[in-house]
């Protein structure tokens, strides 16, 4: 299994919801990224897990939640979201041994707030 | 600070041609590397190639190449013998440094490629 699995593919929410974005990946990577892409843009860097552990927050606001339940599943809670942070949401996965490690990417979650 | 330079935001290329997307960066860490992505408009991104700093050749996967001039601090990747499907958003990205077991990758704005019958 070489894949990055993301659900849902489309969600819409207001901004009084919460929700969460589900990422999942079966081939024994440790390391674990959340990315936003707005249109026409490269992706930005949300949040980086290595073995299960937060290790990078790219000061993103408090009403993005991630979490790693374990070794093969990243969430991201979303609460009280804007208009503003609607964008293509996507996860990544990397065997985090080497330097040379690609990152995985998964098809992503387009999010509509409003 | 590291940064990584796509100048062209469109190309395109005859089917069956080969065509260079240009990218330059800009670093001061003796060790990094280049990660060419792809990203058709179904919005997965897909891994090209890769280039280390240290790598004496240039990298090849097929009908991609990485044309690496150091001294320059570019590397361009080259899709020889264009397909229809090749046809997508292209991502030059950088690692900036490696520790703690992960990547963390600065990209480029990107340059959309239309490849033509």
């Known amino acids: 299994d070489t894949e990055v699995t993301q659900t849902p593919k489309h969600l819409v929410m207001g901004m009084t919801n919460k929700k969460s974005l589900k990422c999942e990946q079966h081939m024994g990577h440790r390391a674990m990224y959340w990315y936003k892409q707005k249109a026409k843009k490269p992706p930005e860097l949300m949040f980086v897990?290595?073995?299960?552990?937060?290790?990078i927050n790219e000061s993103v606001p408090s009403r993005f939640s991630p979490e790693c339940p374990n070794s093969s599943l990243l969430n991201l809670h979303l609460h009280a979201l804007q208009p503003e942070d609607s964008a293509l949401y996507l996860c990544a996965s990397s065997q985090g041994t080497e330097d040379y490690n690609e990152q995985f990417f998964g098809p992503g979650t387009r999010l509509t707030v409003l | 600070a590291q940064k990584i330079t796509q100048t062209q935001p469109g190309m395109f290329v005859q089917e069956k041609e080969a065509v260079t997307l240009d990218c330059t960066y800009d670093?001061?860490?003796?060790?990094?590397?280049l990660f060419w992505y792809k990203q058709p408009s179904s919005g997965e991104m897909i891994f090209l190639i890769y280039q280390g700093s240290y790598d004496q050749q240039n990298a090849t996967e097929g009908r991609y190449s990485l044309n690496f001039q150091k001294a320059r601090k570019s590397a361009n990747l080259v899709i020889s013998a264009s397909q229809l499907g090749d046809s997508a958003m292209y991502f030059c990205a950088m690692r900036e440094g490696f520790s703690g077991g992960y990547n963390k990758l600065i990209f480029g704005a990107g340059t959309r490629l239309a490849v033509h019958p």
């Open positions: 897990y290595s073995y299960e552990k937060l290790s």
């Open positions: 670093t001061s860490d003796p060790s990094y590397g």
